[in-house]
């Protein structure tokens, strides 16, 4: 590869003058800018590379010596880079939480990287951070419907937040449950709070062992690290079972009575609004009721399904998020805005400066420096992203969105149920669903003796495992797959396959043919097709499944 | 504003089709990809706005009903927000940290954009991950120098990791700390580790009252967040005096050993090279040491100053960074990539699984998902900026870039040692040095009597304020300001005006240009010009300083 002359007149064109219209780049940028779909089809390549082939590209740790010509770098990322991304707008690709965007964010991506603003504080800011904050108050107004005097109150208060942008929803988690941890374990009597004399301190002066979080087990991961990163311990983490993928509020109330009996404290519940895996939703409503109960913080990790929230059709299923104390929602999800916009909102606007700090040359006393109290330090202007999608779609454009997703889910849904060798495990409630390929003799599995039935689930498993990743690796379509305990099959934990009805360019066509697809991968694999060609009189099986076939 | 239809087809066509050539949004991407520059200043406007002004464009709660038309929306955001950004990019802003940015960030954000791969999993980001690695291996090999071996074994290495990316420097300095407790109080007989079983175990495992992190007053409001977050406590943040605007390692020793013989451990020394305030770098190489005597992780935050290390010239400023166990750097500071790529590296391999977490659906073992050691979540893949930027500017260009910006703060040292009515306050370690406003007879203020020094001093730290808000407000260039204690004037606190030239674009003359604005600003003050009337023997002057003028 040529290599361009180091000088300062070289360093100065590259940051003085774009690439000229016929350059590499330059031609990347249009092909983009004009048909992303077909700038992705053309590049992505589909065809089936090992992880360990495409690491060896990337592979040297040491830092090129000398310039590299922009173009011919480009030429690189294109051959290296891009053909070996994953093309996650495409409309067969429904595994995974990360779909198609509307077109508006590319040009606009490139005015916020122009800007370039750091919202940390208002001096490389201005007009972004009162655009945060509003889009906040948006957000917060769509989930706890305060009066116009409410707002007006608090959405520019340099003493108050709403709310805090965030890279994600993990992010958002923490910093929810860093609040709660910090608002509950307060300053009191000579004790000047847990952010200030720790955690030791804390328990001594309020007399408690432990502080426990609960969540069902289809708690997202990033409660655990929260219990971690925060001191209390993922064994403080109580998950509790959910055959039925919700969490049981009597459950609760019963395990945290349990819990607080032996000195210890309940710090928060976690509800979930719309799981990673199944996309259920906890009740709510009840739940509320239930951290009433045992005094403790509640809340909502909306970070998928806060969105149902935009549709008058659907929002009831969120009942009762109104009470939290504080809910994440991700706009990069179901709002359609680039990775990297998560939020989180505080019911009451005075429980963020639990967490709040100052600095000499940033974040003085008065300011309204965004950075005060949020978890993260620098970060850069995602708002606008969120604030125009808001506009650009409106209220009603997310609600077709919303309510076209959750009908196709239901669609698939059908489809999957009239096909004699698939079986819905979970059906929808948002617009996740997961299933698994069956054999149509196998029905009604119950009837079976329990070593069999483990034997043919063990069997399955496998199978869906091969068949998500052949299919993966042939490169046309995607699915994702998890493990769930099922109550149907007596709370076994079983492979299934996972998708997730969020992609608006996505046809029941697509979804048929990436049935199709997966019955045709299975029947090249000799467990499927041995189990296909039994019945329940003839099942001849080992719980070893290794003396199939 | 009028107002798009709402339905399938008009929300299909935002996400399909482009703007036309002659949208709004088209003409504002155009303008911003022939020339940046021009545009912003055609757009940012300068005159002075309050912030109330323009919070009064964002107060409205309520996500709008209806779709807007996107060149609507696109005039909206022209007027209301870009006009009130700061143009960061500007020669003359050399007030934060936040720098012009090379031309080919434009075009290659919105390729990342366009791919939207979030790098938590491989699932949704393929090759995206090996790039990371390999990015994360390239700053590892900078600063740890490790032989072609080492990086062989560990750079895509399943069970190692060599660092990891996150939003900013605050994330990563929370990251080290994370994993440094965690590693600290580690599992064993029993004790299941500080992440399963919490804080309080541990201590009582460990037998240790508290967990202390020693930095100097310069240190980054991120420790005290991490103290908070962790659970340790921020009066757990020993903060030690720095007259001399660096940590004393004998200093670190004294009061590291006093701090374990009343029964606490030292988690860590946190070593800056280049503090926030004034550019200086802590002693790193003797810090080393001084944490193996004290048995303790030792961190280096180099978020602004380690991209020192790309210039041979002036690399040994930063001698014994090697010997940290960790590393921060921000590549959206002297590295020149877009606001949010942090960075934290470490030492040995093996650190990072002391925050390993798996999960069902992703992050499962023996997987080489990022996510399984990072504290964030989803992220997108802003790797593909640093790694680019490696490979354009290369070695040889960061290093130039770093020399001018060094050579640059030398030459404005000496226009403000030169200038009689100018006080050199720091001078520049790296690229950031203070100064203030002083009149010429006042070269020497030891000979006053303590009263008058700190009557002059509060007086001058208020006309500082004026001069620094005014010259902001009149929109032509901005220097920031803040409060250190500095040896010279007996450990006062004073409050300074602090650059950062960081930009490559910034010449002589707009220094000069700088200094002759604020001293323009400062004429029409009375307080100065009282000041600047008197001499010594003259000058009547009560410690209230509201009797001046």
């Given amino acids: ?42 590049h992505v390549v589909t065809k089936k590379s090992s992880l360990e082939d495409i690491e060896k590209d990337f592979s040297l740790p040491f830092i090129p010596e000398h310039p590299e010509f922009v173009s011919e770098h480009a030429e690189v990322l294109l051959d290296k880079l891009v053909s070996h991304s994953v093309n996650t707008s495409s409309p067969t690709f429904i595994g995974h939480m990360t779909s198609a965007l509307p077109y508006f964010h590319l040009p606009l991506s490139k005015l916020l990287v122009g800007l370039n603003q750091n919202l940390v504080k208002i001096e490389t800011s201005k007009a972004f951070t009162p655009l945060e904050r509003q889009t906040l108050g948006m957000i917060h107004q769509l989930v706890y419907e305060q009066s116009s ?93 959910c055959p039925q993928q919700t969490l049981d509020p009597e459950l609760v109330l019963t395990v945290g009575r349990r819990y607080i009996e032996s000195g210890n404290k309940v710090l928060a519940i976690v509800g979930v ?40 059709t659907h929002r009831s299923i969120l009942k009762g ?45 008065g300011s309204k420096d965004l950075g005060s109290t949020t978890l993260e330090g620098s970060r850069n202007g995602m708002a606008m992203l969120v604030y125009s999608s808001l506009h650009i779609l409106g209220r009603r454009g997310y609600q077709l969105l919303i309510d076209r997703s959750i009908e196709l889910a239901g669609t698939f849904a059908s489809l999957i149920e009239k096909h004699d060798e698939f079986e819905l495990i979970t059906a929808p409630k948002l617009s996740i669903l997961t299933y698994r390929l069956r054999p149509s003799w196998l029905q009604d599995m119950s009837e079976l003796p329990t070593a069999k039935q483990i034997a043919i689930n063990e069997l399955l498993n496998e199978l869906t495992v091969t068949v998500q990743k052949q299919q993966r690796e042939a490169g046309k379509s995607f699915v994702s797959r998890t493990r769930i305990e099922v109550e149907q099959h007596k709370n076994c934990v079983l492979t299934v396959f996972r998708v997730v009805l969020a992609n608006p360019l996505t046809t029941e066509k ?29 099942l001849q099986l080992n719980a070893n499944i290794d003396t199939v076939g």
Avoid at 289 to 304: E, N, P, S, T, Y
């Fill in 149 to 241: 005097e409410f707002y007006h109150e608090y959405l520019h208060s340099a003493n108050h937040s709403l709310g805090a942008f965030c890279s994600g929803g993990t992010v958002a988690n923490i910093t929810a449950l860093w609040v709660a941890r910090n608002h509950i374990l307060k300053a009191a009597d000579g004790f000047r709070g847990v952010g200030q004399d720790g955690l030791i301190a804390a328990y001594r002066h309020y007399d408690i062992q432990n502080l426990g979080i609960i969540s069902s087990r289809r708690g997202h991961y990033s409660l655990g690290k929260a219990a971690d990163l925060l001191g209390i311990g993922r064994r403080n983490h109580l998950t509790l079972p």
């Fill in 1 to 42: 590869m040529s290599k361009a002359t180091v000088s300062m007149e070289h360093l100065y064109r590259v940051f003085t003058q774009p690439e000229n219209d016929d350059s590499t780049l330059a031609k990347i940028e249009k092909h983009l800018s004009n048909n992303l779909a077909d700038f992705l089809s053309q």
């Fill in 273 to 312: 609004a719309g799981t990673t895996e199944t996309g259920h939703v906890d009740p709510l409503d009840e739940l509320a009721d239930v951290a009433k109960q045992l005094d403790c913080w509640f809340h909502v990790d909306g970070a998928w399904g806060g969105a149902t929230l935009f549709s008058s």
């Fill in 321 to 365: 998020i109104e009470k939290a104390d504080s809910v994440t929602i991700d706009a990069h999800k179901q709002m359609y805005v680039p990775m990297g916009a998560g939020m989180v909102l505080f019911k009451d606007p005075h429980h963020s400066s639990a967490v709040k700090q100052h600095a000499q040359y940033i974040l003085r006393k």
């Fill in 510 to 538: 697509d979804l048929e043919n990436i049935l199709e697809e997966q019955l045709e991968i299975a029947n090249l694999q000799r467990n499927w097709r041995y189990l296909v060609e039994q019945n329940k009189n003839t």
